[in-house]
């Protein structure tokens, strides 16, 4: 079955209920997200899910030279970042898309929906 990486992004500026505007609505976010986790999971979707400490917690690293260097930050300068994802295995992209509406709703946050290479999609760009 075809995987998909759902990524959640959200602003990069947190207080101190994360990017939620109250404890009682960071909470509720908590509560929806671990309904919809448990539902991805009962109902055979879920291959791994989680949450991403603030992007300032980043460290880059490059090692495309002779020695590597690592840089205190994320990798990009924006105003939001990646907060959270979920691998999940869906039929199909509809499929996959509407399950990210839910996780959307549920964490209250922007899902960005990718699917995964597979053997046939790298085929494809090998033939002439």
């Known amino acids: 079955m075809p995987r998909y990486l759902l990524s959640v992004y959200g602003p990069a500026e ?3 209920f994360g990017t939620y505007p109250s404890q009682e609505a960071m909470l509720q976010a908590f509560a929806d997200t671990g309904a ?3 539902r991805l999971r009962r109902d055979g979707h879920l291959v791994f899910a989680d949450g991403l400490e603030p992007a300032t917690t980043a460290t ?3 090692g495309q030279g002779a020695k590597p260097t ?4 994320p990798y990009l300068e924006t ?3 990646l ?3 979920w691998v999940i295995e869906a039929a199909d992209l ?3 898309l509407a399950l990210a509406a839910e996780g959307s709703k549920a964490c209250r946050g922007t899902v960005e929906v990718r699917p995964f290479r597979t053997e046939e999609s790298v085929r494809t760009l090998l033939e002439p």
Not at 70 to 73: C, E, H, V
């Open 83 to 85: 907060g959270g994802f």
């Open 14 to 16: 947190h207080t101190e």
């Open 79 to 81: 105003k939001e970042h």
């Open 60 to 62: 880059t690293v490059d």
């Open 70 to 73: 690592f840089t205190d930050g």
């Open 36 to 38: 919809f986790n448990d």
């Open 94 to 96: 509809d499929v996959a």
